[in-house]
């Protein structure tokens, strides 16, 4: 979805490493198959995505600043894939890959955009912690703005969050509440939907 631009894709904090290593060195996948957005590619990144048929899944987390991908505060709803200046938040937070040197992490990046995220057929998000708390909170219980750009994901109509208490600190009680119901209730559902055995004759 997106790589930091002023390293090399061989860094081992790139994102190409992180993909290669994590899943593309694990599965049985030809190197032309593989996509990621780099400064070579990004300007045909979205008309390449849309020549192969669009996105079916984009499994993304999200920043402490509610950014998916790296869209910081502020980015076009409409974006596509593109250069963005990250923020000091978002710099700050990634020194952790860095050996904790603010100065050593990357000032821009190569990003695909928040339309680009949106066109997906179904999206999946995983927030955990509670550095995420406000940002799930934006995400579930604010409105569609483009400061926090999560929240351009309510109105996909195949948007699931995958989330850990710790991200849902700064939810209303009555959110997780109601979140809590709907997930008992979908699978008391299942349990009903399942055939129930024949009786032995
Ligand atoms: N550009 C990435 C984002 O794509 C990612 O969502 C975010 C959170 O990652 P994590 O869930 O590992 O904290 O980190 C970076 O900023």
């Known amino acids: 979805m997106d790589e930091y631009v002023g390293i090399p894709t061989s860094h081992p904090q790139s994102y190409h ?7 593309f ?3 049985d996948i030809p190197p032309s198959q593989i996509h990621i957005p780099s400064l070579e590619n990004y300007q045909e990144y979205d008309d390449t995505i849309a020549r192969y048929g669009g996105i079916e899944l984009f499994l993304c987390g999200v920043g402490s600043d509610g950014h998916i991908a790296f869209n910081e505060p502020g980015s076009s709803l409409s974006s596509k894939t593109r250069i963005k200046t990250l923020t000091r938040e978002t710099i700050v937070a ?10 050593a992490v990357p000032k821009s990046a190569v990003t695909v955009g928040v339309k680009t995220v949106a066109d997906a057929r179904e999206v999946v998000l995983i ?8 940002a ?6 604010g409105s569609v703005n483009h400061i926090w750009t999560v929240t351009a994901l309510q109105m996909h109509p195949r948007f699931v969050m995958a989330v850990d208490e710790a991200a849902t600190e700064e939810l209303k009680v009555k959110t997780v509440k109601y979140f809590k119901d709907i997930e008992r209730s979908q699978s008391d559902n299942q349990l009903e939907l399942k055939p129930k055995p024949k009786p032995k004759l």
Request: no cysteine; glycine share 8%.
């Open 17 to 23: 490493s992180f993909m290669f290593q994590h899943l």
């Open 127 to 134: 927030a955990d912690g509670r550095g995420k708390a406000e």
């Open 136 to 141: 799930v909170k934006q995400a579930v219980e």
């Open 25 to 27: 060195q694990h599965v």
């Open 94 to 103: 990634n020194a952790r890959f860095f050996n904790g040197d603010v100065e």
